[in-house]
């Protein structure tokens, strides 16, 4: 995830209703949203192994089955009960569940937006 125009604002908002302080210029505030946004990302070795769906960043080699390597964030989770030896990280395509490629950082779902009502 990139952080947009609309983020920055919404974070400076926020900022200076808690702090009751002006923020000029958009590009600290910019940074320190990119730093927490990167932060989120943790060790795969941390990661559920429940079958809860998480947030994944997967790199996949080119093989047998892909011709171009490539990255990727996508929502997976833990199957080590499948019947194919070696793969246990996975997504579910609605009525098979695919390789994803190798994990490498993950992190939880985000909460939908809020519906009005």
């Known amino acids: 995830m990139q952080v947009t125009d609309e983020m920055v604002l919404v974070a400076k908002d926020a900022f200076k209703d808690s702090c009751g302080l002006t923020i000029n210029g958009d590009s600290a505030m910019r940074a320190a949203l990119t730093a927490a946004l990167g932060a989120m ?3 795969i070795s941390e ?3 429940d079958g809860t769906e998480i947030l994944l960043f997967t790199h996949q080699d080119v093989d047998d089955f892909c011709d171009e390597a490539f990255d990727a964030v996508q929502i997976g989770y833990w ?9 246990v990280w996975h997504r579910n ?3 098979i569940l695919q390789k994803i490629g190798e994990p490498l950082a993950w992190q939880p779902l985000t909460l939908p937006p809020a519906q009005e009502g």
């Open 79 to 87: 199957d080590d009960g499948n019947d194919a030896p070696g793969t």
């Open 93 to 95: 395509a609605g009525w």
């Open 47 to 49: 990661a559920p192994k």
């Open 41 to 43: 990302w943790r060790p």
